[in-house]
T-cell receptor, first 114, second 115 residues
Framework: GNSVTQMEGPVTLSEEAFLTINCTYT??????LFWYVQYPGEGLQLLLK?????DKGSNKGFEATYRKETTSFHLEKGSVQVSDSAVYFC?????????????FGKGTKLSVKP | DAGVTQSPTHLIKTRGQQVTLRCSPK?????VSWYQQALGQGPQFIFQ???????QRGNFPDRFSGHQFPNYSSELNVNALLLGDSALYLC??????????????FGAGSRLTVL
């Protein structure tokens, strides 16, 4: 079945450091891939998405590229800020799947220190 | 523009009891999905409602049931509560078809504690 694996947290970085959160997936066909962010006490917010191979999603300085050859969708940011502290979730929607049915990874907690 | 609203925010129940959680979708959305997020885990899909019918269901027992009303709001019911049902329950809405079809908008969740 479809699944998502993302790197274990927590990840602690200093402000302005480079961030990478690894995400790999298992799926048949061509899934759509997403990164969601969850700030304390809030719901999940879509950070970025990619719907086909080699697409790059980007938002708020974060980027992720859909790599079908390595079945990966790693999240990167060149210079993190304290306000980026949150839990990040990688997710996929199976090819032809319902838009409401996403499969999530376990999440990676990021803490950015001043 | 109000997003997805859920109630109650927190609640405590005892084993064997029943609970009802409520969700109002984002304005303009007609499809509601429910997720269970256990502590330290990612959300797991419970089911999705569209046109007042359950359209898709995840791997959850029949103790979990739902309803969607004509105004697109939704309820999640859990019967015979178990300790393992303690979790954050998330509601998400979207618009079937159209340019917004790929994006889910999540509520802040209802945190259920079963004692």
């Amino acid at each position: 079945g479809n699944s998502v694996t993302q790197m274990e947290g927590p990840v602690t970085l200093s402000e302005e450091a480079f961030l990478t959160i690894n995400c790999t997936y298992t799926a048949t066909g061509y899934p759509s891939l997403f990164w969601y962010v969850q700030y304390p006490g809030e719901g999940l917010q879509l950070l970025l998405k990619a719907t086909k191979a080699d697409d790059k999603g980007s938002n708020k300085g974060f980027e992720a590229t859909y790599r079908k050859e390595t079945t990966s969708f790693h999240l990167e940011k060149g210079s993190v800020q304290v306000s980026d502290s949150a839990v990040y979730f990688c997710a996929l929607r199976g090819y032809g799947g319902s838009q409401g049915n996403l499969i999530f990874g376990k999440g990676t907690k990021l803490s950015v220190k001043p | 523009d109000a997003g997805v609203t859920q109630s109650p925010t927190h609640l405590i129940k005892t084993r064997g009891q029943q609970v009802t959680l409520r969700c109002s979708p984002k304005s303009g959305h007609d499809t509601v999905s429910w997720y269970q997020q256990a502590l330290g885990q990612g959300p797991q899909f419970i089911f999705q409602y569209y046109e007042e019918e359950e359209r898709q269901r995840g791997n959850f027992p029949d103790r979990f049931s739902g309803h969607q009303f004509p105004n697109y709001s939704s309820e999640l019911n859990v019967n015979a509560l178990l300790l393992g049902d303690s979790a954050l329950y998330l509601c998400a809405s979207t618009l079937a078809g159209g340019s917004g079809a790929n994006v889910l908008t999540f509520g802040a969740g209802s945190r259920l504690t079963v004692l």
